[in-house]
Antibody
Framework: EVQLVESGGGLVKPGGSLRLSCAAS????????MNWVRQAPGKGLEWVSS????????YYADSVEGRFTISRDNAENSLYLQVNSLRAEDTAVYYC????????????????????????WGKGTTVTVSS | IVMTQSPATLSVSPGETVTLSCRAS??????LAWYQQKPGQAPRLLIY???TRAAGVPARFSGSGSGTEFTLTISTLQSEDFAVYYC??????????FGQGTKLEIK
């Protein structure tokens, strides 16, 4: 069974840090781009960060750039998010999500391109930032 | 790219057919996904490439559209379909962007 299980959330004071983990199983973890997506209480979904399969390419949302660090250990089938300098507005459920590749032929561009959609999600881990 | 969903809330009865809308601020070609989220649960992928159902998704869910206008249609609503639905573009990222969601509630 394909599964993602997050852990590491908790209650932390403003300015504090946490390390979130996501354990993957049931698929070839090392071949997938992975993502973190968060959801503040009662709000919608917000993409946080992505890391390519090899770890060579990393991207962050502007709201977390410079404070959060994504990483992965393909030998351990694990994804991580180091969250530092936490603010009240970082309070959210943090989801780990796998990105699957969709190869699409684009006639106007004259070739095929890869696009990545999130097809498997973990249940999430809750981060609460409060004094 | 800003994704805008309408309406914010839809009150319908089981057995009805509903159509949810999603608009992108610029073309995302067909690189559009729909997710379903129930209270306390993670999002679940329903549709990708605007109209392709994900594995295990019932045929009553169908997606259409391209460019900037997309719809998700749910035929013959079942009780388990009442949830929040999000669209997401994955054509131009980073960042991935989601719509604000449409809540489907029982009338």
């Amino acid at each position: 069974e394909v599964q993602l299980v997050e852990s590491g959330g908790g209650l932390v004071k403003p300015g504090g840090s946490l390390r979130l983990s996501c354990a993957a199983s049931g698929f070839s973890f090392s071949t997938y781009t992975m993502n973190w997506v968060r959801q503040a209480p009662g709000k919608g979904l917000e993409w946080v960060s992505s890391v390519s399969s090899s770890g060579s390419f990393i991207y962050y949302a502007d709201s977390v750039e410079g404070r959060f660090t994504i990483s992965r250990d393909n030998a351990e089938n694990s994804l991580y998010l180091q969250v530092n300098s936490l603010r009240a507005e970082d309070t959210a459920v943090y989801y780990c999500a796998r990105a699957s590749e969709d190869i699409v032929f684009v006639p106007t561009a004259g070739g095929s391109y890869s696009y990545y959609y999130m097809d498997v999600w973990g249940k999430g881990t809750t981060v609460t930032v409060s004094s | 790219i800003v994704m805008t969903q309408s309406p914010a809330t839809l009150s319908v009865s089981p057995g009805e057919t509903v159509t949810l809308s999603c608009r992108a601020s610029q073309s995302v070609i067909s690189n559009l996904a729909w997710y379903q989220q129930k209270p306390g649960q993670a999002p679940r992928l329903l549709i990708y490439r605007a109209s392709t159902r994900a594995a295990g998704v019932p045929a009553r869910f169908s997606g259409s559209g391209s460019g900037t206008e997309f719809t998700l249609t749910i035929s013959t609503l079942q009780s388990e379909d009442f949830a929040v639905y999000y669209c997401q573009q994955y054509n131009n990222w980073p960042p991935y962007t989601f719509g604000q969601g449409t809540k489907l509630e029982i009338k």
